[in-house]
């Protein structure tokens, strides 16, 4: 769609401009061998394991379901996230790639993500993901420091992190891993000597997290109980700046706050996200923003995965939410994700989506702080400085001040 329109969503008129920033599709697979400590992610572990046979079908169903909806489409990226997607057969991924292909069209040179863990036996199975449609790989290493390994719950070694970047390198066009910073009692010495390890490499992309203390995991019922220490708030942003400088001499731009790449190498299908696109979310737990009949969607999948496989056999799909987007909500959600990236937020945009535009009287007040950067004549702005560390912040002050536009 080149043109703006305006649909009458039943709570406020969403605008849709275009074109979109692509199309993407998320497939969430909910497994994991252990939960980690720290992780809120939508991840079981099942001891009797799982009957695979029976959720392949299901996710081919509920694809069926979701291209539906959506009608043809063009996906230039897919990714396979988690849960532990590498616990999958290379035959179930492949097969689930295929069908993608079926349902919508598969761009010659779309990016096909897996995340994997860097266990032996997921490594072992790298060549069959390549075989099946893999292109890229994304390792969560979370650490290169055994005893932090132990306490952030995850079963590799520092050796077997590294011997599986390795595999990695030889089955995968392009490698990015994962590492966790602000882990309890970690200083800035030890984490510019860790993160200088890691950046010796010769990563192409880096996802560099810092640890938040999430409801629900048993990191938050130990930091409540007072027997979790993490750094400080002031620590923190030192850590946060350390990764900025480390990664910036070694050439791997921050293109969003916590990912870092050399030019190139950013990651297609999370750009969809923070680019706010549209992409079709499948399995357990799955989120989904698509556009349907002039109307933007929020979808999401039902979390525990016996369930969810139960409603695709009896209903073809998942599906516990399908809600419009209203043009507040899509404005606050564009904001958010906007802000996130280097290149920053198209005014432009955000206006022809949600109808609004932020005050100018803020972005200026931002910009004397040091904390926003402001084009004029290119309709732009993005965090830069502290402001990406005090991001949340902005966006709720910048959210505060928009003002409607005229039609």
């Known amino acids: 769609m080149t043109a ?3 649909v009458d969503t039943g709570t406020a008129t969403l605008r849709t401009a275009g074109p979109e920033p692509g199309f993407g599709v998320y497939v969430h697979w909910p497994f994991c061998a252990q939960k980690c400590p720290y992780c809120d992610f939508n991840s079981h572990v099942r001891d ?4 695979e046979g029976r959720f392949l079908s299901a996710y081919l169903r509920e694809i069926d379901h979701i291209a539906a909806q959506t009608g043809p489409r063009t996906v230039a990226s897919i990714f396979f996230g988690g849960g532990t997607p590498s616990l999958m057969q290379p035959a179930t991924l492949a097969a689930i790639i295929d069908h993608i292909g079926k349902a919508w069209t598969l761009a010659a040179d779309a990016e096909i993500t897996l995340e994997a863990n860097p266990g032996s036996v997921e490594a072992g199975r790298f060549s069959g993901y390549r075989a099946g449609g893999v292109n890229r790989v994304s390792l969560g290493v979370q650490s290169l420091r055994d005893a932090d390994l132990k306490r952030l719950g995850r079963i590799h070694s520092a050796s077997e992190a590294l011997a ?10 392009r490698i990015s891993f994962d590492l966790i910073y602000a882990r309890p009692h970690q200083t800035v010495e030890d984490w510019r000597a860790e993160l200088g390890e890691a950046l010796a490499l010769g990563p192409s992309h880096l996802s560099l997290y810092q640890l938040t203390i999430e409801p629900g995991t048993a990191y938050h019922r ?20 350390v990764t900025q400088e480390l990664t910036a001499a070694s050439g791997l731009r921050a293109y969003e706050t916590s990912n870092h790449a050399l030019p190139g190498q950013e990651s297609r299908h999370n750009l969809v996200y923070w680019r706010y696109g549209e992409y079709a979310g499948i399995g357990p737990g799955a989120h989904g923003r698509i556009l349907s009949d002039g109307v933007r969607w929020a979808t999401a999948t039902e979390r525990h995965p016996e369930t969810w496989l139960a409603s695709v056999e009896a209903n073809q799909h998942g599906l516990v939410a399908r809600e419009p987007i209203s043009a507040a909500e899509a ?3 564009m904001l958010m994700m906007g802000l996130r990236l280097e290149e920053g937020l198209d005014l432009a945009r955000l206006e022809k989506i949600g109808g609004v535009r932020p005050a100018l009287d803020l972005i200026a007040e931002l910009v004397d702080l040091g904390v926003l950067w402001f084009d004029r004549a290119g309709e732009r702005i993005r965090a830069v400085n502290h402001g990406r560390f005090i991001l949340n912040e902005i966006v709720l002050q910048l959210s505060s001040s928009f003002e409607p536009v005229r039609s």
Do not use: V
Not at 48 to 51: E, H, N, S, V
Not at 164 to 171: E, G
């Open 164 to 173: 599986a970047l390795d595999i990695a390198r030889a089955n995968f066009e």
């Open 48 to 51: 009797q394991g799982w009957d």
């Open 331 to 333: 404005a606050d959600e």
């Open 222 to 241: 130990l930091y409540n109980a007072g027997k979790l220490s993490i750094p400080s708030a002031e620590a923190a942003s030192d850590l946060f700046d």
């Open 4 to 6: 703006m329109t305006s």
